[in-house]
């Protein structure tokens, strides 16, 4: 199973960009779909997550700000970022997972939010 992210760029602080996360095909026993970060510097960190069964988690970071979802199909993730900071710099890397604690991770999206 290989999983594509997309839909990061160049976006001025108060902006808003959506990422996106496919897989090549459905995960058997799909857990869970997230979306994790690192910023320059830094270590790779949780953002949010969603469940197959639709429950929603974020970090404190950015939540209000930030919506996770995804399509039927459990093929399909998506991240809305409004209100974006420059804090919010990062690669966007996106993991699915199954019951079995296997992990499947996407090659990353370039977030850069700058004036």
């Known amino acids: 199973v290989q999983l594509q992210a997309s839909g990061g760029g160049l976006v001025q602080p108060g902006g808003s960009l959506r990422l996106s996360c496919a897989a090549s095909?459905?995960?058997?026993?799909?857990?869970?779909m997230a979306w994790f970060r690192q910023g320059p510097g830094n270590q790779r960190e949780f953002v949010a997550r969603?469940?197959?069964?639709?429950?929603?988690k974020y970090d404190d970071s950015v939540k209000g700000r930030f919506t996770i979802s995804g399509d039927n199909s459990k093929t399909r993730i998506y991240l809305q970022m409004d209100n974006l900071k420059p804090e919010d710099t990062g690669i966007y890397y996106c993991?699915?997972?199954?019951?079995?604690?296997?992990?499947?991770w996407g090659q990353g999206t370039l977030v850069t939010v700058s004036s």
């Open positions: 095909e459905a995960i058997d026993n799909l857990n869970t």
């Open positions: 993991k699915f997972r199954d019951y079995n604690a296997n992990d499947y």
């Open positions: 969603i469940t197959s069964g639709g429950s929603v």
